[in-house]
């Protein structure tokens, strides 16, 4: 069973830049979507920024320009940069990958167990 790590959360003035990696037990590959959600206390988790299968990305509208998705399959890792950040941002960081599993393509989901983020003055 894969399993997710995060780490790079922290506490950070507004305006600030953190660097939130995601690492995976296993090894990453072109079919398996990887995104970050985040969640605020009493709040929906929402997604912020998703790397897809095929390449392609995507970023909640809130996050546009100031938040880049990436991976490095070599180091089975995602990351998520995040610049100007702001006290909206504030939330726990949740790393996700979604893929089938070979050879039976059952679609498997996995979580993170969230990294803490705090942007406060």
């Known amino acids: 069973q894969v399993q997710l790590v995060e780490s790079g959360g922290g506490l950070v003035q507004p305006g600030g830049s953190l660097r939130l990696s995601c690492t995976a037990s296993r090894s990453i590959f072109s079919g398996m979507s990887m995104a970050w959600y985040r969640q605020s206390p009493g709040k929906q988790r929402e997604l912020v920024a998703a790397?897809?299968?095929?390449?392609?990305?995507n970023y909640a509208d809130s996050v546009k320009g100031r938040f880049t998705i990436s991976r490095d399959n070599a180091k089975n890792t995602l990351y998520l940069q995040m610049n100007s950040l702001k006290p909206e941002d504030t939330a726990v960081y949740y790393c996700?990958?979604?893929?089938?599993?070979?050879?039976?393509?059952?679609?498997?989901?996995?979580w993170g167990q969230g990294t803490q983020v705090t942007v406060s003055s």
């Open positions: 790397f897809i299968s095929g390449g392609s990305t």
């Open positions: 996700n990958a979604n893929f089938l599993s070979m050879p039976t393509f059952q679609p498997i989901s996995v």
